[in-house]
């Protein structure tokens, strides 16, 4: 505990700590701006969006004529000209039904053009959407209705949970490991080159403590960069957002089956697994740094490391690997929306044993290391 | 026993930087560790505290072996400025010494007034000049009121104010009974600290008593020097002319004594007798003359 709180002094005190918080609040009022000044882009968005589609499907129409007129008996053409006719009243309709609060009216309509095209696409028909992007409209569309929840933006919603899942997407997806690795990358590396870690192994202190103590600021440090992300995302979306709803939905695929989880349960998932992999890629500087002594030879082997486990993730598809690969987290957004074939929690116990494995050597290491 | 080291062999790479040391101190006192660049003075000292390995040897500190971190409860070794966390301040530095060594906080104060350094406690290292950095690394090294005090270049940087409180701090502590063994190069400040000088040469020391050597050399005027001279001279006894009335001479076989009796036997009247002061810094230019020509 004595050693702890003088490593959490020494990064607190830190300029770099304090450049890093600044960093996080500058990031997070440029999304709530970006948000507010496409937010008028939105209506266009979704008008431009229902032009492309009827574009296409009169395109289709065309088609579908030709062939009529060439073999007017055709009848699955004709059930495709149908279903095709039937997609382009309602994009016209929808077209017509923008005002906010008339959403669930627009929902109910764009149900049941995506249950049209799904069946066009099934009897043969060719369309914009894919199956999977059909599928996950259709799953929100009816929690929308269901719950009464206007729709959001996805990407420039100012609605706070929504605006708040923008913010931890972005922590998530490598914003987390960059601020991890600027935060206490050189912890215990920046200690060899300055020889400032003489003066720890010149006091009264078990050496293993100096790596449990490092350890256990940087976990500490990460936990309180966290909490000040969330805090500050709740103080912008707040002042500068609207209330929104914390069960808005979100839609997964578990098992090829698509299901939706609440915004509040799809941050708890982003920030638990986010979560994990930090602890894994604290542990891996612990022990590079002990390895290495240098800063950017450390840093740059992390990275590798975690780009080989990444690349592994991504290329390497035989299911049972999640129970053994401890790089599955790195980027965990892919591993909440997509749970085919695992469970989201599969690979927790193997990085945690992963991060017990490399503290456990780091504090053998660090008994015989020499700044020579 | 407060050091034993024996027989200390460290090699880097292919170079053996330590020799063989050996050390033994007993009762408290001051040693000074002079040599050039590279003779391996730190080198000592981190084998010393458990900085650094070594292939062969043995080293004791108050009894305990060197890896035992145990001992720096008694054991404090300055180093150099670098391991001071400028984001930090001196009070941050002291407190946290205070904290792992369960020294009562309130020492803080009472070392920084001894040490001079109490106006500028509360700033941030990175502020601090090169004398400020001394006075805190010697704060930190002294406010554990260690029994064994390990120093690596504690004067460089200090404006003479501080050279001189730093001494009396040292003495002070020697007084109290703090063993120190200081490397430096300021042989005027030795010279003001110590008589016993190890010298380092290529890794190898050179324990010496300056007192000692002192006491064995005299300057020696006399009334007519160029009988003087003949007369020692058939006599075969060595002697060095100083100027125009002194010889000078070092008991080796032939004793004090014996060298006045043979000026008195020949009629030669002896005026003054003079213990001739052996500085460091002369000791050495005799020990480093290859070094100092090159």
Known sequence: ?????????????????????????????????RNIVFESSIQKEARERIDELLEFNFANSNIHQAVLEADPEDEEEEELQRLNSAMINILYEVRELQAPNRFEERLKLETEYYSIAEEYKQKGGDHLLSYQEISHSLALNEKLLESSIPPE?????????????????????????????????????????????????????????????????????????????????????????????????????????????????????AITLVSVSIFLIISLCLLFSIFFKYTLVTLFSVLGALLIGYVLT????????????????????????????????????VTLLLTAVFYIVARQMVKTSRVD | MIVEVSNLKKRYKKQMVLKGIDIQVETPQIIALVGPNGSGKTTLLNCMTNLLSFQEGKVRLLGKKHNDASIFQQVSYLQDNRLLYGNL????????????????????????????????????????????KQHLLLSMVIINEPKLLLMDEPLNGLDPTSAINMRKILLEL???????????????????????????????????????????????????????????????????VTDKYQVGFEETDINLQSFIDCLNDNDLMIRDIEAQKVGAEKRYRELFEEELSS
Not at chain 1, 21 to 33: R, S
């Open chain 1, 314 to 349: 991504e290329f390497v598809s035989w299911a049972p690997l999640a129970w053994f690969n401890p790089f599955q987290y790195v980027l965990p957004k892919e591993m909440i929306l997509f749970q085919n074939g695992r469970e989201w929690w599969q690979g927790i116990p």
């Open chain 1, 1 to 33: 505990m004595r050693l702890l709180s003088f490593e959490l002094k020494k990064i607190i005190f830190s300029k770099k700590f304090l450049y890093i918080l600044l960093g996080i609040v500058v990031v997070i009022a440029l999304l709530m701006a």
């Open chain 2, 89 to 132: 301040t001196g009070y941050d530095h002291l407190e946290f010494i205070c904290r792992v060594q369960n020294i009562a906080i309130s020492k803080i104060k009472e070392v920084a007034m001894r040490v001079g350094m109490e106006k500028y406690l509360k700033k941030r290292v990175r502020n601090y000049s090169l004398g400020m």
């Open chain 1, 153 to 269: 933006h996805e990407n420039y919603s100012r609605a706070l949970p929504n605006f708040i899942k923008q913010v931890v997407d972005l922590f998530i997806n490598l914003g987390a490991i960059i601020i991890i690795l600027l935060l206490i990358g050189e912890i215990m590396s920046s200690e060899f080159e300055n020889r400032s870690i003489n003066l720890l192994f010149t006091q009264p202190l078990k050496r293993t403590h100096i790596i449990t103590s490092k350890l256990l600021a940087s976990i500490i440090l990460y936990v309180v960069t966290t909490v000040f992300l969330l805090v500050v995302t709740l103080i912008i979306g707040y002042v500068f957002g609207y209330k929104g709803f914390f069960d808005y939905p979100i839609v997964i695929e578990v098992n090829q089956q698509v299901e939706t989880v609440t915004i509040i349960e799809y941050l708890r998932l």
């Open chain 2, 174 to 240: 020697y007084k109290e009974g703090t063993t120190i063994i200081v490397s430096s190069h300021n042989l005027d400040e030795i010279d003001r600290l110590t008589n016993t000088i190890y010298f380092m040469k290529n890794g190898a020391l050179l324990k010496e008593s300056l007192q000692d050597i002192s006491s064995k050399k005299y300057l020696i005027t006399i009334n007519d020097i160029d009988k003087a001279r003949k007369v020692l001279n058939e006599k075969n006894i060595p002697f060095t």
